[in-house]
């Protein structure tokens, strides 16, 4: 990742006006399309770095995913606005003035549920969410497969679920996005997870494709 960073911030240089380019990923939830933002390119942020966090990964969620008004949130320990550190409640206002789809803030029981479309974070903060998320899928479709295959009444059970277990999986499985893209840099900079494996980088291909072809990196820099 930090490779990546140096390379999308140095080779191929920052759109003018962006103060950090940012991470975004499209999370593994079974309900929608959800874009977290930052995952880890900034751990230490600024209030109003979470501002055009929230700009450039709203247009990705319009142009990539197909979301015609993405619907803002601040990650946080409580809805109301007043609620969490310094940083956020300051995050908070910088984003109920400037960003217009902005609507309020989203705790971690929200982020997989739909409730927004784009959720917006510091990179340290991201990261671990991401992962948690990722690792605790993992963990229960481990536990879920040894029920299943606990006795013989639990694998005829198993063999009638197969299919909508399947594609559970695959709507959970981070391979399929392929990699995050770091919004705010001149061009297509795709980051695969350490641990990718041959569907993931293939994902992460056309992914990168996908990202040229809907002309993100020019609608950022209209907006910023």
């Known amino acids: 990742t930090g490779a990546c960073l140096a390379a999308g911030t140095l080779v191929m240089g920052r759109i003018k006006g962006v103060k950090r380019p940012a991470l975004a990923t499209v999370l593994p939830s079974p309900v929608k399309p959800v874009v977290l933002c930052d995952v880890g390119a900034n751990a230490d942020c600024k209030p109003e770095y979470l501002v055009q966090f929230a700009q450039m990964a709203s247009i990705y969620a319009q142009k990539v995913i197909g979301v015609r008004d993405p619907k803002v949130g601040l990650l946080n320990i409580g809805e109301e606005e007043e609620k969490g550190s310094q940083f956020a409640q300051q995050a908070h206002a910088l984003l109920k003035e400037q960003v217009g789809s ?118 950022i820099a209209q907006s910023v």
């Open 102 to 219: 902005f609507a309020g803030n989203a705790e971690g029981r929200d982020v997989l549920l739909g409730a927004f479309d784009v959720i917006v974070c510091d990179g340290f903060t991201g990261n671990v969410c991401l992962k948690t998320i990722e690792g605790t899928a993992k963990v229960l479709f481990k536990e879920l497969k040894g029920v299943m295959m606990s006795s013989f009444a639990t694998k005829l059970g198993a063999l009638t679920l197969k299919s909508g277990l399947k594609e559970l999986a695959s709507s959970l499985d981070p391979d399929v996005a392929g990699g995050a893209p770091l919004l705010g840099v001149k061009g297509a900079c795709i980051v695969g997870h350490g641990s990718s494996s041959a569907k993931a980088v293939k994902n992460g291909v056309l992914a990168s494709a996908q990202y040229v072809r809907s002309g993100v990196s020019e609608y």
